[in-house]
């Protein structure tokens, strides 16, 4: 991320719900406009283009996708992820800081898929940094609910049986070590599994709360750095704890707080690494008078540059 501002941002919304059980994340890029994110971020000196939303393919298009296991309407899911890699992927091109703007989490699969891309055609390792209350690597084999949004993370790392909802689209599979689920506190058994053979690392609450957020953060950004990487950061509003922000359909307690969400974005503001960014899983229908859209919406301000606390900005070390 440009901390002199010279990178212009690219807000892009998508109005998906289809990865979710539930009705109303597609309200969520209007929700986050309405919330000043775009002029919360051009108070702070950076450039700010709005995409408006992204065009869904028609479904009948797509075609049936015939995964093993569950998943539900995975063709529906397809037909929103798949535009927009191709312009996740065109934003990088152009020289744009992606943002996008969910939507339920099944629209990383498109996110990440067109960012990966590009920074695999740039040699520059890309790493992610998942901050949710789930883990999402499940795949249709193994999932509960058959939600994709709950297979986002999976896909990203190359779980095949996924494969098919991203054909003919601009892709790259991430190493799964260089992947760091950051808040977890709700994990299915067997994606628990799945997890540990992959590589990825999980860092739940309970090592949050007895190591800070302060070392765990450090260390996964110093790895970043060491290997010359970037960063892609996805966001779901379920990370915070309900009673910060209850706009989720997947609330678990005992999430983060709302100093320690900050100082997840400050760090990561003064590490530099930060090249795009997902904000997913809100919903108006469930939040309590824009309460979430406006936490979300002050927590990007201080992804990008915005101090909570009036103190001079520290060199990342």
């Avoid at 109005?15 to 986050?32: C, I, K, V, W």
């Avoid at 971020?41 to 296991?69: C, K, M, R």
């Avoid at 989720?248 to 400050?266: I, K």
Wanted: aromatic share 6%; hydrophobic share 45%.
């Amino acid at each position: 991320m440009s901390t002199d501002r010279t990178q212009p941002i690219a807000l892009l919304g998508v109005p998906l719900e289809a990865g979710t059980g539930r009705r109303g994340a597609a309200m969520g890029p209007a929700a986050l406009r309405v919330a000043g994110l775009a002029e919360r971020l051009e108070a702070l000196g950076w450039s700010v283009s709005d995409f408006g939303d992204v065009e869904q393919l028609p479904a009948e298009t797509i075609g049936a996708l015939h995964l093993p296991g569950r998943a539900h309407v995975p063709e529906i899911v397809a037909s929103w992820v798949r535009p927009l890699a191709h312009e996740a992927r065109r934003l990088c091109d152009e020289g744009y800081l992606p943002v996008l703007m969910g939507g339920d989490h099944s629209l990383s699969m498109g996110s990440l898929s067109g960012v990966a891309s590009y920074w695999h055609e740039k040699g520059r390792p890309l790493y992610v940094l998942w901050l949710d209350a789930h883990a999402d690597f499940n795949t249709p084999s193994i999932s509960p609910s058959g939600n994709l949004h709950g297979m986002s993370l999976a896909l990203a790392a190359g779980e095949e049986e996924l494969f098919p909802v991203m054909a003919d689209a601009p892709r790259a599979v991430v190493d799964p070590s260089r992947m760091c689920v950051f808040g977890a506190r709700s994990i299915d058994p067997q994606e628990r599994e799945l997890l540990r053979r992959r590589g990825v690392t999980v860092c739940d609450m309970r090592q949050i709360d007895e190591n800070g957020v302060s070392l765990l953060m450090r260390d996964f950004l110093n790895k970043i750095r060491k290997e010359n990487g970037v960063l892609h950061v996805s966001l779901d509003v379920d990370f915070l704890d309900p009673g910060i922000a209850p706009g989720v359909g997947t609330t678990v307690p005992g999430g983060a707080t709302y100093r320690e969400a900050h100082l997840v974005m400050e760090l990561l503001e003064d590490a530099g690494v930060t090249v795009s960014l997902d904000i997913v899983e809100l919903n108006p229908f469930l939040d309590e008078r824009g309460r979430s859209a406006i936490a979300l919406a002050e927590l990007v301000a201080s992804l990008f540059g915005q101090d909570v606390m009036d103190r001079p900005t520290q060199a990342f070390a």
